[in-house]
């Protein structure tokens, strides 16, 4: 007879394959075996998880809680198990990763070849997005975030500090010419990001004082991946993280503005975890790559002191908290 674990790592089979055929192939039963187990767990628990048709399985809301729940115990059973095998074994296992599409594609991306070569037997799922994820539930280990973070029991480690910068394409600057001074912008088309009202604010020191000019522009969107392109198309000028622009800067496509008075405004790259995951090595091992890819990358740009920027040390677990 199953012991509770292993009905609730059956449960979730299901529920992660969609069908009872699918879950039957990764525990090892048959799909009948799969079926009465689930239907000895109902039966046990009083009330029906799981509404059956001919074409789908569908969680019922008693089915969402105990899936919700049976997540939580399965991560706290294999955050434990992993934490003990850590020290003996090598880091093994499959991560689930949040990227914005900036990050995933234009970063990451080219580096996970080093990854894999140093840890052969670690599996990675991403999943690309802007949108906001609920992290326990769908399953993330590691979700890479910018900025501030909101209050939150989930765990966060700083991979760098970020800068900003504004940039337009060669193509823009020859047909609407260059700002020399921020007062400038008021002539040009700025692009900002419809999704943070104050993006619409830049910020300058002149003559050791903080000057905010307040941009505008033809278009703002919610993705700084579109702003780029924008951009790059010669729509008009942009102020994004270093991130976002840096290859297009790297390559020629956009041109840094407004160095010499630009206040850049720092803000920090985090990697977010569920509490326990940062326990184990699989994830130890990711989040010092981050750390290592992106406190090193050649694309960082040179801070006012004139000193390539160092890579921060390994920083400390622990609750989420704003950045000052």
């Known amino acids: 007879m199953a012991n509770p674990s292993q009905e609730m790592g059956v449960f979730e089979r299901v529920i992660e394959r969609g069908s009872f055929a699918g879950a039957a192939q990764d525990v090892g039963l048959s799909p009948s075996a799969v079926s009465k187990l689930i239907t000895r767990l109902e039966q046990r628990l009083g009330v029906r998880l799981i509404t059956r048709t001919t074409r789908r399985l569908a969680l019922t809301a008693e089915g969402e809680i105990y899936l919700r729940r049976a997540r939580e115990i399965l991560d706290a059973i294999n955050a434990a198990e992993s934490e003990i095998a850590s020290a003996r074994t090598s880091p093994r296992g499959h991560l689930r990763v949040l990227a914005p599409p900036v990050l995933a594609i234009d970063h990451l991306g080219p580096a996970l070849p080093d990854f894999f070569a140093r840890h052969p037997r670690i599996t990675l799922d991403f999943l690309v997005t802007n949108r906001a994820v609920d992290l326990?539930?769908?399953?993330?280990?590691?979700?890479?975030?910018?900025?501030?973070?909101d209050d939150s029991s989930l765990v966060a480690r700083k991979i760098v500090d970020l800068r900003r910068v504004i940039c337009a394409s060669p193509k823009y600057l020859a047909r609407n010419g260059r700002p020399i001074q921020p007062s400038d912008l008021s002539h040009?088309?700025?692009?900002?990001l419809s999704r943070l009202p104050q993006s619409a604010i830049w910020s300058f020191r002149v003559n050791d004082t903080l000057m905010p000019v307040t941009v505008r522009g033809p278009l703002s969107a919610d993705s700084a991946d579109m702003l780029v392109k924008l951009a790059i198309e010669g729509a008009g000028i942009v102020r994004l993280g270093e991130i976002a622009v840096a290859n297009a800067i790297q390559n020629g496509l956009l041109e840094p503005l407004l160095q010499d008075?630009?206040?850049?405004?720092?803000?920090p790259l985090w990697a977010v975890m569920p509490p326990g995951r940062q326990r184990t090595l699989k994830v130890r091992v990711f989040l010092d790559f981050l750390i290592e890819l992106f406190g090193s990358a050649s694309w960082r740009l040179i801070p006012e002191t004139g000193r390539p920027e160092q890579p921060p040390p390994n920083a400390r677990s622990g609750r989420n908290r704003r950045s000052p």
């Open 136 to 149: 326990i539930g769908e399953n993330v280990d590691i979700a890479l975030r910018t900025g501030d973070l």
């Open 188 to 192: 040009h088309a700025c692009l900002t």
């Open 261 to 267: 008075s630009h206040e850049s405004e720092d803000f």
